[in-house]
Nanobody
């Protein structure tokens, strides 16, 4: 599986961005997907996850109510809609996929494939 993340950029605090992650392959609809981020000098952290059919979503407390993860299996794409952005959201954002059972999707180690990352910068 190859994942291609896009949609990052520079935005002012309070603004919005939508990240996309396009996946190759015919079995995208069977994968659970996640978004993670890594800020300079910090460890990678979980942002959001969605199971294969989109019926269950999970969020980090820091983004709950501001970010929305959703997917379009017909387009082999998962999205992260980010609203009310804050300077502390600045990071490289990565999408990831797993074919394992959807347990503990907050852990990066549960994912088998990763995209290349897209930079999100929020100015104050």
């Amino acid at each position: 599986v190859q994942l291609q993340a896009s949609g990052g950029g520079l935005v002012q605090a309070g603004g919005s961005l939508r990240l996309s992650c396009a996946a190759s392959g015919r079995t995208f609809s069977s994968y659970h997907m996640g978004w993670f981020r890594q800020a300079p000098g910090k460890e990678r952290e979980f942002v959001a996850a969605i199971i294969w059919d989109g019926t269950v979503t999970i969020y980090a407390d820091s983004v709950k109510g501001r970010f929305t993860i959703f997917r379009d299996n017909a387009k082999n794409t998962v999205y992260l809609q980010m609203n009310s952005l804050k300077p502390e959201d600045t990071a490289v954002y990565y999408c990831a996929a797993t074919s394992r059972p959807p347990t503990d999707l907050r852990r990066g180690a549960r994912y088998d494939w990763w995209g290349q990352g897209t930079q999100v910068t929020v100015s104050s």
